[in-house]
């Protein structure tokens, strides 16, 4: 089944796609919607006490009836704060459980805290979440969240934010090759191609956002992203060919070809 | 008088309130906020009945565009 099956539920899309950075909430909609992204992140942030109260919200441009909201931790530096973000949003939500738990561990790279995001997902499997992780490439601590109950590992291709594509295609490998659960790369993804390597690998699933949301043109790249996504998965399953260093074999028959010419030197 | 601190900020208040009338006087009925007290999440169905005590430290949120 060519379905990215999350938490018992199956989505056609394999791309889940962040709402931030975009202009408004126009482009933020016309974005996810050429992205053709089925589950969407959005941040529990405070609300703006006393300013614009008829202000429209992001729920309003993307409604929970229609895209399956998966509120992330952003900006969480402790399991503590990870775990009230995510009671919040629970709430926020009524009732839903499918979250993004992310722990960063240091303000200037953005790299997770691992620690902290193990304490995190053993506390919020407990109460009940269907935790999908944002997590380092290192495969032990993949297997750890795995074995913890969360529903989904999501290693980082390379630092949030930096578009700087697949740093250690070898490590996201054998996280793939040894999990149970779905795979989806999140984070570092920068074009296209990024994301068709990803989905090669075996991953199940590409999450982004800062790669579409600040493209020059980011419903066109939201829809490139679409097809990299599905061109990738397609390639996955059909079976690259092997790769023969030093060995050049023509793809036309080496017989039959017509005479030579005859050599005209006197 | 009550104090309550309010995302972060210290907002008085003539007299004891509920969780309901805080958000009504924020201009929030109706709208998706969730809300915690003191670290503890007040269901949305429950703001009529939870009063809030002076010194409490209320955060409420949205969501908003984040990847």
Known sequence: MNQLVVAGKAYSSRLLVGTGKYKDFAQTRAAVEASGAQIVTVAIRRTNIGQNPGEPSLLDALPPSRFTILPNTAGCYSAQDAVRTLRLARELLDGHTLVKLEV???????????????????????EGF????????????????????????????????????????????????????????????????????????????????????????????????????????????????????????????????????????? | MIILTVNGEHRRFEAPLTAAQLVASLQLTGKRVALERNGEIVPRGEFDRQSLSDGDRIEIVVAVGGG
């Open chain 1, 104 to 126: 960063l561990g240091d303000p200037h790279t953005l790299y997770p805290n691992v620690m902290e995001t193990l304490s995190a997902a053993q506390t919020l499997v407990k």
């Open chain 1, 130 to 266: 269907q935790v999908m992780v944002y997590t380092s490439d290192d495969p032990i601590v993949a297997k750890e969240l795995e074995q913890i109950g969360c529903v989904a590992v999501m290693p980082l291709a390379s630092l949030i934010g930096s578009g700087m594509g697949i740093l250690n295609p070898w490590n996201l490998q054998i996280i793939i090759d040894n999990a149970k659960v779905p795979v989806l790369v999140d984070a570092g993804v920068g074009t296209a191609s990024d994301a068709a390597i990803a989905m090669e690998l075996g991953c199940d699933g590409v999450l982004m956002n800062t790669a579409i949301a600040t493209a020059k043109d980011p419903i066109l790249m939201a829809s490139a992203m679409r097809k990299a996504v599905e061109a990738g998965r397609e390639a996955y399953l059909a079976g690259r060919m092997a790769k023969k260093p030093y060995v050049a074999a023509p793809s036309s028959p080496s017989s039959g070809l017509i005479a030579p010419a005859q050599n005209k030197a006197a």
